[in-house]
């Protein structure tokens, strides 16, 4: 074979690898990444973006909120709260200088102000056994989701101000209540007019209807251990914890299926829960249950990996 034909031949064969890998759904990868400390913190759950590179990260079992930036790679305790609440996931209104925080094991929620840190509205969103575990935020309001009760709650907003709570039932696979952590992470469309919910128990993805409780799985998508999740357009960020990955979904224009398009790992992850976006990167917490519940690790962190 002639130096010509040979490198012709080369071409094609590495063309051809590009291509079925990139092609490939559910390629894993695992990428750099750096970790940002939450000094002082004894546990870790949430994590949201506020304007521009800042982000807001949740103290699980004291409740205290951390203020940070992710291109500085900073943070610091921000809200310092009594002892008696915690902190799982949590949204920010940016427009109205709104944090949503899901208040966990007592049923509870609560609203902060970004610019003070002062407490703007506290909710008792459920009085049965309850874990309010997430929250996404609308043009409207914020929902919130229950890992033991078969129910959301809605909280409007109306000239930047939080409302009354309201309750949603959910029917369909959402409604499935079992043992363990069932509905966890909660995103709604950029209409409002869908959300999209975690199924921890299922492993998988509903869709919800917020006028009527109704849901219906989202086909092709398995995630098993999937905690929070972010949807950005149709692409859908799901967080693994003990899997300790975050699956990239890629999602039908009806919200009818959805495929694994990529998978993100870090030697840094352990057992992440929730998850924000910054351009080309991701930024995670390290719950840690693995050491336990509540955790006994000594340090806890955000991760910051690139997608």
């Known amino acids: ?10 071409a094609s064969v590495l ?4 291509a079925a890998t990139v092609a490939a759904p559910g390629a894993q990868a695992v990428h750099t990444d750096s970790v940002i400390v939450l000094p002082g913190a004894t546990s870790a759950e949430g994590i949201a973006r506020g304007a521009g590179s800042t982000f807001y990260a949740g103290d699980l079992f004291s409740g205290d909120i951390y203020r940070g930036d992710i291109q500085r790679g900073t943070a610091a305790k921000f809200i310092d709260n009594a002892p008696g609440r ?14 949503f925080v899901a208040g966990g094991f007592d049923g509870r929620a609560y609203v902060y102000d970004t610019r003070s840190g002062a407490t703007v509205a506290t909710y008792q969103l459920s009085t049965a056994p309850s874990v309010i575990n997430d929250v996404a935020v609308t043009p409207d309001g914020a929902w919130f989701t229950n890992s033991s009760q078969p129910e959301l709650y809605f909280v409007p907003v109306v000239n930047g101000r939080p409302g009354a709570a309201r309750v949603l039932p959910l029917t ?7 043992a363990g952590f069932n509905n966890n992470g909660i ?3 950029a209409d409002g007019r869908t959300l ?7 492993g998988a993805v509903n869709a919800v209807n917020p006028r009527t409780g109704a849901s219906r799985a989202i086909s092709g998508v398995s995630v098993p251990n999937v905690d929070g999740i972010l949807l950005e357009g149709r692409t859908l960020f799901a967080v693994q914890n003990f899997s300790n990955q975050i699956s990239e979904v890629r999602l039908s224009g009806d919200l009818t299926s959805g495929s694994v398009t990529k998978v993100v790992t870090s030697r840094r992850f352990e057992v992440p829960t929730t998850v924000a976006r ?5 930024a995670t917490v390290n719950a840690k249950f693995d050491t336990g519940f509540p955790p006994a690790a000594s340090t806890y962190e955000v991760v910051v990996v690139d997608r």
């Open 278 to 282: 910054f351009g080309d990167r991701l």
């Open 172 to 178: 369909g696979p959402a409604g499935e209540v079992t």
């Open 1 to 10: 074979m002639n130096l010509v034909a040979r490198r012709t031949l080369l």
């Open 187 to 189: 995103q709604a469309t």
């Open 86 to 99: 915690y902190a799982l996931g949590l949204r920010v209104d940016v427009p109205d200088s709104l944090l």
């Open 15 to 18: 063309a051809a690898v590009t």
């Open 196 to 202: 999209v919910v975690a199924h921890s128990n299922q």
